[in-house]
């Protein structure tokens, strides 16, 4: 093989015969003659001018008949053989017509990808930007912190999925975008970034046409002012964003830093960020904490909201706001109970040393009522049919900076009161920092909403959706009674008042499920256990 690979492309030359009809090579010859690059460059001009394997000095066998099957194997095989123009490029000769650009598509080109506004949550329709933990022209690495995406009750860190550039920015920090909808662009490489940015300019929204005019008396009138700006402040130089601004602004802080605050009680309002934007980050607070304690001045109120101007919702608002309206459609009645509270107000106090919050003791309670109870833990999400919830996940109301959140103690029933208050805590911890994960915050199967600490005597809360109800606690009050044996006594009482999904739960079910969270309350001494 190597001698005819070595002589064919003369003896082709000098032969000087016409071409006769084209008759495919031996496959075995091919394969055998490609696996030497002199070998595989005769066949390859062999091929190329289609002479038959007689001219090569090979004898052809007659073909033999062949049956419908073996000529679909016989084609099967032909498609398998390398073509001309394959031979050609592993012995390293030029394809005919080849360029270089042609070579280069060859490669894998350098990718555009976007970065999507990911969904934080199964309620989650939008999210509004934060922060950009990167910059542009920034290299990323996989599972590097992007963006700071505020959901519908939580911030957190969107990671990138690929290595490459940060190559454009879609949606600036301050600003919302759907859920699904491109807010960056990623290069693969840093040659593609203003090829990225070009792209970029593609996604910018178009001017929003302006509202129709109702009167002609709108069209002729002034704009009404603008509410007033607040009081300048002298400065030598521009400097760097704020990490919190007055008016009741949120904090830009990474969400590590905001537990971290938390745990070492830093405030973060007194701090300055050395992140991107003026994002503050664990350094900052880590230097504040070990900063020399100042002699504190005096703070002026910060001024208040200006009157008649229109502020829109947080993210956390809107979605506060699409729950409620969803809750119309749910039938709900409600049941009001009074419980007395003097023994577990004195359990309270013996055991509050050792980390028990109040919050804890209701949800044990209820949880434990719920056992005995499981339709009223049950939950009607199609209006068709309702289910008996396998878990007992109690989800208690906390009101935080710019909304409410409800954090949910997962099996409650099934945790000692001493894990349910260490979870409790972290959970509002976690709350408060905004870093709750979207299964802490809405898998509920009840939900708790207490304002006894402010004193309220009792109120009604709204059903929240997808659960089957929510039990108003007021506050524990002095309250003269009437004993058994018809004198007069002082005991500490509250009122709860629950609101319930009247397709799955009817009041015999709530008054029974009440006699017996009574019962716990009165009796405590289960809970401890």
Known sequence: LLDFGANTKARLSSSGDQPKPPSPLCPRLIRRASDTPEAAAAITAAASEQQPAQSLGFPVLPSPPTSPAMAGLLHLNSTLLPSASALRRRSGAPVPGSSSSSRRRCRVEAKIREIFMPALSSTMTEGKIVSWTAAEGDRLSKGDPVVVV?????????????????????????????????????????????????????????????????????ETSPPPPPPPPPAPVAVSAPAPPSPATQGGARVIASPYAKKLANDLGVDLFSVTGSGPGGRIVAKDVEAAATAPKKAAPVVAARPDVPLGSTVPFTTMQGAVSKNMVESLAVPTFRVGYTITTDALDQLYK?????????????????????????????????????????????????????????????????????????????????????????????????????????????????????????????????????TKDGRIGMKNQMQVNVTADHRIIYGADLA??????????????????
């Open 150 to 218: 505020e959901s519908d009750k939580a911030d957190m860190d969107v990671e990138t999925f690929h290595d490459g550039f940060l190559a454009a920015v879609l949606v600036p920090a301050g600003e919302s975008a759907p859920v699904g909808s491109a807010i960056a662009l990623l290069a693969e490489s840093e040659e593609e970034i203003p090829a990225a940015q070009s792209q970029a300019a593609s996604f910018s929204p178009s001017a929003a046409p302006p509202p129709p005019q109702e009167t002609a008396a709108q």
């Open 350 to 482: 013996k055991i509050k040393s050792k980390g028990v919050t109040m919050s804890a003791l209701l949800a044990k309670a209820t949880a434990m009522a719920l056992v005995q109870h499981p339709v009223v833990n049950a939950s009607c999400r199609d209006g068709k049919s309702f289910t008996y919830n396998s878990s007992i996940n109690i989800a208690v109301a906390v009101a935080i900076d710019g909304g409410l959140i409800t954090p949910v103690l997962q099996d409650a029933d099934k945790l000692d009161i001493y894990s349910l208050s260490r979870k409790w805590k972290e959970l509002v911890d976690k709350a408060r920092a905004k870093q709750l994960q979207p299964h802490e915050y809405n898998s509920g199967t009840f939900t708790l909403s207490n304002l006894g600490m402010f004193g309220v005597d009792r109120f009604d809360a709204i059903l929240p959706p997808g659960t089957g109800a929510i039990m108003a606690v007021g506050a524990s009050q002095p309250t003269v009674v009437g």
């Open 512 to 529: 029974a499920f009440l006699q017996t969270l009574s019962k716990i309350i009165e009796d405590p001494k289960d809970l401890t256990f």
